[in-house]
């Protein structure tokens, strides 16, 4: 019976100062990026990739591309040896006689067993007698067709593992078939047994001296087929684990019946199709289709119509000592050559292939389909999307046949028919070893990887900058960026030495970033959930939805934590050797390990905060937030002009916040992964720059009422990257006394426990959505006097952090049409604020050392006001909440927001939180969403000016946005609980002139005896040449200086010339070409208007542009001729480390919270500036990056950081501050 199964013999070939400004500056850089156009319909399913957001800001739409070929998965098929062989052991089996077959024992099959064991549960059909020969009878000790596990991992085994490996690493980015010579992948469908034919069931079998005529015959009732096509690793799991070892090998008859497969399965003109043949012997039996025995088979095909006219016909000429010889003639050719279906070459044939080798290589070079189509199915005269199969960009349709020799007993002659097998120079392996198979899997899908690459394109652009205030002007912080690399570098920038104007003769300063460690929370809650991020800690790497331990530790964590003795490639080098994996190419960012732009994911939308006492001459701490998911805190080194201002001390990432998904199978952390893959960011629907975390971050001193410590604490909004937002502890001392606090609370050690603070709600349960705003951190009285209506500063004094509850999941069209995700069900019904326990700790004035921790615990949610319900008021987005302390207690009293539907409302806060509200006070229209926090300016303790402008431009369709834009003032009488709802026809309107590029608004007589609001109508949407200039639009918080309201507004030309795709193409899956190219150019206007009356500004008692000398300027607006950040207002002279949060309108930004021990003694003065204050607006511009044009260093093309000059009415006394030591800040 052993000269059944095939002949094999050992190959030994292994086969595979004080003042810190901050600002996020630009570098105006030309970087690669691909087509964006056009965005694709809403998906059916939401990934990694599903956001509502434009993957860039608006800025960032410059690029020329030619792209095709998008998406389109390649067929892999593969091809399995199921012959009895493969239950052959990896290593040496004592006492198994016949070749090292593993040694068996029964098992129980079912489907749920092989999917829990690895060790599956096998049929097999032969098995070793006493006598240590194979036989399919059972006699002599030999128990053939019956249910076995093995107990040493067979080749059957460590095949199934590298399949699995390499669905895991491939999941969604190949179609996959299966088949293996006599169908045993479909074991799980045919109650764990094969089909195993009559043979053995006949009185036939039981003849003495018949066993060598059964070869040709009776082996199952029908020729197996392979699994159909399938998109996902899911899919094809329980095939994989049916596999098991079985009879003997027809392999170039079943190699031609699956390419029919293929065939049938090649959708697009542009599909790569593949083959993927493993095998551990000589193939033997059932010849080729039509062979004389085939008609056994139920199924019998022969030849097929098509396969004659491809291949040529084949004439069966006999058998003789090296079995079945054929004389075959190509398609139209009378010429005969001889054929052998078992061996690759013979003596016959010269440098032709046998076997399967005369197939693959034509199915490499021959076009498979033909003009029309294929003549044997309906309706293929084009293919899935229209396209002509004779495309002359994709003229053939091809099959490439990969070939894997595994075993360490090949004979030469199944060496070769393999080796003709495969149809490319590097498309053969060869190994005995379980894990190099694997690894081989690995590099095979790599190389098909590679053929479906996408092109880049260049861009460039700039980012939004913040501010905070120090105590003098002396350094101000940027960020360049850089999207080819989707990095930023967080510079240091230092100002002249009377703190007027940047330095420009000193050059930015990077900071460093040797002490890097990342604090990882996933946001489990039993206390697991908060660890460092280390390459050991292995059973993490469920969190960034990894499945290969090495991945993790070789690949995946020296990446994200920029491994200061490993270069990108290096790591790149490493992981191409890691099989599964989950990202096929990791990213080179930079050539060096220690690049700058290594160092940082780019940094988009969030503010750099400085807080903390003065060190070295500068405040201890700088914070931002990147989009490689971290939150980055610097700490100040000595030195305060030469040398490196900060270092980076500590990465905080919140893994386990929600993206698009209500449990936690979309989250940062498993979203993570993609940012490294290489290709990241060079086009928008497939491999799309992402947010991760770009939100609004804000900090609190707590007050020093009673005497208590002061301990700095911070909140960050995840932005366009997650719905939630994460609680910090930063520094200062704990209030009780009993130690520091954050960072400074023992060392890096102590962090985990001492940093973060808390995280909002995960789960089904979380209804918010991406928290594109920032958080106000405040001091509240729960408890109120109701005669009086003041607040009870006793006890009952919280502080509470305000959020906004965000954007809907789902996504856009190009036009603007939402489909939301319905999966995240608990997203509110109306805009909503958000109110959170910040500390769980009492603040009021009786509060003792032994008494502070009461009340609900830190991150309890308090309080969620909604918006009141109305026509055309639905599930959608308020805008960051603007609090006000009016009567100057210590604690807010009223907070303003606007919603994405254009309304302004006033959430009442004056009393106990059960009694806490919102009315709305401006009714307006979702053409004109209000998107950022509105500004205050404070006529008494009830009446308030309310500014806000309107405009979007966070998604796609923004950028040609044509609706009219606005900046307006509601008056707002906080003495009536319920105002009457002005609408924007009762808005008075002002309108502006230009003029050398300026403009200037002339009062039109406004009276607030009869209007009680005003608008100033921005310029209109139109044309200029082939350009469309958007609407204007005011997306950032004004600035108050006296009574005037500073605010920049943008208007982007956008100029798009494109193919169209097909309506029926699916730009994320095509082969059409599409030729786009989108210039975006922009300018921002800063616009200066009285808050009063909406007119230009009041010189007499109003702030004011002003000169190089200082004098004033009476335009209402100016042209800045490029993108610039928004209005930051400071007073470069004196600016205190420590900044109050609260302004001189009552309005509560962020610093150090108000004593409650002089209520209403506390507020500065808003009708005039201190004599020896030096005002401006400190920006970064967009501009053109001198390092493009090469020579210059990155830390020098920063882009522009300036301080416009600004002015106002003056004190007669500069002290007139009543016991402040600040001078006024805003």
Same mark, same amino acid.
């Given at each position: ?207 003495p001296g018949i066993w060598s005529a059964w070869d040709n015959r009776y082996k199952t009732y029908a020729i197996p087929t392979p699994v159909d096509f399938v998109g996902t690793a899911a899919e094809m799991r329980d095939y994989v684990n049916s596999l098991s070892p079985y009879l003997d090998t027809p392999t170039t ?632 302390? +009016? =009567?100057?207690?210590?604690? %807010?009293?009223?907070?303003? &927001?606007?919603? *994405?539907? $254009?309304? @302004? ?117 139109? +044309? =200029?040449?082939?350009?469309? %200039?958007?609407?204007?639009? &005011?997306?950032? *918080?004004? $600035?108050? @200086? ?133 005002? $401006?607006? @400190? ?48």
């Amino acid at each position: 019976m052993e000269h059944m199964m095939k002949t094999q013999r050992k190959m030994g070939i292994p086969l595979r100062p004080l003042l810190l400004t901050t600002v996020v500056g630009v570098a105006c850089q030309q970087y690669a990026i691909a087509q964006t156009t056009p965005t694709p319909p809403p998906a059916a399913t939401t990934d990694e990739r599903t956001s509502p957001f434009l993957p860039r800001p608006p800025q960032f739409n410059s690029y020329s591309v030619k792209a095709g070929a998008t998406g389109v998965r390649p067929n892999v098929m593969f091809f399995i040896d199921d012959s009895g062989s493969m239950q052959q052991g990896i290593n040496y089996v004592p006492g198994r006689k016949h070749k090292n077959w593993a040694l068996n024992r029964d098992c129980s099959w079912s489907v749920q067993y092989n999917r829990d064991h690895r060790n599956k549960c096998f049929y097999i059909f032969y098995d070793v007698n006493k006598w240590g020969n194979i036989t399919g009878a059972e006699k002599n000790g030999a128990r053939p067709r019956r249910y076995v596990t093995f107990s040493q991992d067979t080749r059957m085994q460590v095949a199934i593992d590298g399949m699995h490996a390499i669905l895991d690493g491939y999941d969604g980015k190949v179609n996959w078939s299966l088949y293996s010579l006599w169908g045993t992948e479909k074991r799980h469908l045919m109650g764990g047994k094969p089909d195993w034919g009559r043979w053995f069931d006949t009185e036939e079998w039981k003849i003495p001296g018949i066993w060598s005529a059964w070869d040709n015959r009776y082996k199952t009732y029908a020729i197996p087929t392979p699994v159909d096509f399938v998109g996902t690793a899911a899919e094809m799991r329980d095939y994989v684990n049916s596999l098991s070892p079985y009879l003997d090998t027809p392999t170039t008859d079943r190699y031609i019946r699956a390419i029919r497969v293929i065939r049938d399965n090649i959708k697009y003109r542009c599909q790569k199709n593949y083959i993927v043949v493993l095998s551990d012997g000589d193939a033997n039996t059932d010849e080729i289709p039509g062979y004389p025995y085939e008609e056994r088979y139920t199924n019998e095909t022969g030849f097929l119509d098509w396969e004659k006219k491809y291949y040529g016909t084949f004439r069966r000429w006999g058998v003789d000592d090296e079995g079945p010889w054929y004389r075959f003639s190509l398609p139209g050719s009378r010429d005969e050559y001889w054929y052998h279906p078992y061996y690759g070459r013979t003596r016959y044939n010269g440098e032709g292939w046998n076997g399967i080798g005369l197939f693959s290589h034509t199915l490499r070079d021959k076009d498979l389909i033909p003009s029309g189509g294929r003549p044997d199915k309906a309706n293929d005269s084009k293919d899935a999307e229209g396209g002509d199969w004779d495309d002359p960009k994709f003229p053939k349709q091809l099959i490439t046949t990969y070939a894997v020799g595994f075993g360490n007993d090949l004979s030469a002659d199944g060496i070769t028919y393999l080796r003709g097998a495969a149809s490319c120079s590097n498309c053969y392996y060869q190994t005995d070893d379980g894990n190099r198979l694997r690894e081989i899997f690995g590099e095979i899908l790599n190389e098909i990887a590679k053929e479906t690459k996408t092109p880049s394109v260049r861009t460039r652009g700039t980012s939004t900058p913040s501010v905070s205030g120090s105590s003098i002007a002396s350094i101000a912080a940027s960020l360049s960026l850089d999207t080819d690399k989707w990095a930023s570098v967080m510079l240091f920038n230092f100002f002249n030495a009377n703190g007027t104007a940047i330095d420009t003769t000193k050059k930015a300063e990077p900071a460093k970033y040797d002490d890097r460690v990342v604090l990882v929370n996933n946001g489990k809650t039993d206390g697991s959930g908060i660890y460092w991020l280390t390459a050991t800690d292995t059973a993490r790497k469920i969190d960034f939805a990894l499945t290969s331990e090495q991945e993790f530790s070789n690949a995946f964590v020296p990446w994200i934590l920029r491994d200061p003795g490993k270069t990108d490639k290096q790591i790149q080098d490493v992981a191409n050797n890691i099989t599964p994996r989950r990202i096929s190419t990791y990213r080179v960012r930079t050539d060096t390990a220690d690049d700058v732009y290594r160092q940082m994911g780019d940094v988009l939308g969030t503010p750099t905060i400085a807080l903390g006492k003065d060190v070295a001459g500068k405040q201890k701490y700088v914070i931002t937030a990147a989009n490689d998911g971290m939150t980055y805190i610097f700490e100040s080194t000595a030195g305060t002009s030469a040398g490196t201002p900060y270092a980076l001390k500590l990465n905080y990432l919140p893994a386990g916040m929600q993206r698009e998904s209500s449990d936690d199978s979309l989250t940062v952390g498993k979203t993570l992964p993609l940012i490294a893959e290489d290709g990241y960011g060079k086009e928008n629907i497939l491999k799309p720059h992402l947010y991760l975390n770009n939100g609004g971050i804000s900090w609190l001193l707590t007050a020093k009422t009673r005497g208590f410590k002061q301990q700095y604490v911070m909140m960050g909004n995840m932005g366009q990257g997650g719905r939630g937002a994460y609680a910090l502890s930063i520094a200062g001392e704990k209030r009780d006394g009993t130690g520091s606090a954050g960072m400074e609370a023992g060392g890096q050690t102590q962090w985990r426990t001492s940093v973060p603070m808390w995280e909002t709600e995960k789960g089904v349960n979380n209804g918010l959505g991406y928290t594109v705003s920032s958080p106000t951190i405040a001091q509240v009285a729960t408890q109120w006097d109701a005669g009086s209506k003041k607040p009870k500063l006793e006890t009952g004094v919280r502080v509470y952090a305000f959020l906004a509850n965000g954007y809907r999941p789902g996504v856009y069209d190009d036009a603007g049409n939402f489909t939301p995700n319905l999966g995240v069900n608990a997203y509110d019904r109306t805009p909503t604020l958000y109110v959170y326990e910040m500390m769980g700790q009492e603040f009021g004035l009786n509060a003792s050392a032994g008494s502070l921790t009461s009340g609900a615990k830190p991150g309890a949610l308090v309080r969620k006001i909604s918006v009141p319900p109305g026509p055309d008021i639905g599930p959608g987005a308020l805008s960051t909440p603007l609090l006000v302390d +009016t =009567d100057i207690y210590g604690v %807010v009293d009223v907070a303003y &927001a606007g919603d *994405q539907f $254009g309304n @302004l409302y006033r959430f009442d806060l004056r009393g106990e939180p059960s009694t806490w509200k919102a009315v709305m006070i401006y009714k307006g229209n979702k053409k004109q969403p209000i998107t950022a926090a509105p500004a205050v300016y404070r006529n008494s303790e009830k009446n308030y000016v309310v500014v806000f402008g309107t405009g979007s431009d966070v998604f796609k369709h923004d950028l040609k946005d044509t609706n009219q834009q606005m900046i307006a003032g509601i008056y707002d009488d906080l003495s009536i609980d319920a105002p009457a709802v002005l609408t924007n026809d009762s808005l008075f309107t002002q309108t502006f002139t230009e003029s050398d590029k300026k403009r200037y608004i002339v009062d039109a007589g406004f009276d607030k005896n009869v209007n009680k609001g005003w608008k100033v109508l921005l310029k209109a949407s139109s +044309t =200029d040449g082939d350009y469309l %200039v958007s609407a204007e639009k &005011a997306v950032s *918080q004004p $600035g108050m @200086l006296l009574s005037t309201a500073f605010i920049s507004t943008r208007i982007y030309r956008v100029k798009e010339v494109e193919t169209k795709l097909p309506p029926q193409a699916n730009p994320r899956m095509t082969c059409y070409e599409s030729e786009s190219s989108v210039d975006t150019k922009g300018t921002s206007w800063t616009m200066a208007i009285n808050a009063f009356t909406g007119a230009g500004p009041d010189i007499k008692r109003g702030g004011y542009f002003a000169d190089k000398e200082g004098k004033a300027q009476d335009h209402a607006g100016k042209d800045e001729g490029y993108i610039t950040s928004a209005v930051n207002i400071i007073d470069t002279a004196k600016v205190e480390p420590n900044a109050r949060q609260l302004g001189v309108n009552g309005n509560l930004g962020q610093g150090e919270a108000e004593s409650l021990e002089n209520p209403g003694q506390n507020l500065g003065r808003n009708d005039c500036l201190s004599k020896t204050s030096k005002w $401006g607006n @400190l920006r970064a511009i967009q501009e053109d990056d001198p390092s493009t044009g090469g020579g210059t260093t990155p830390t020098e093309g920063a882009g522009r950081v300036d301080v416009q000059p600004l002015g106002g009415k003056r004190c007669g006394d500069p002290s007139f501050i009543r016991g402040i030591k600040r001078e006024i800040l805003l």
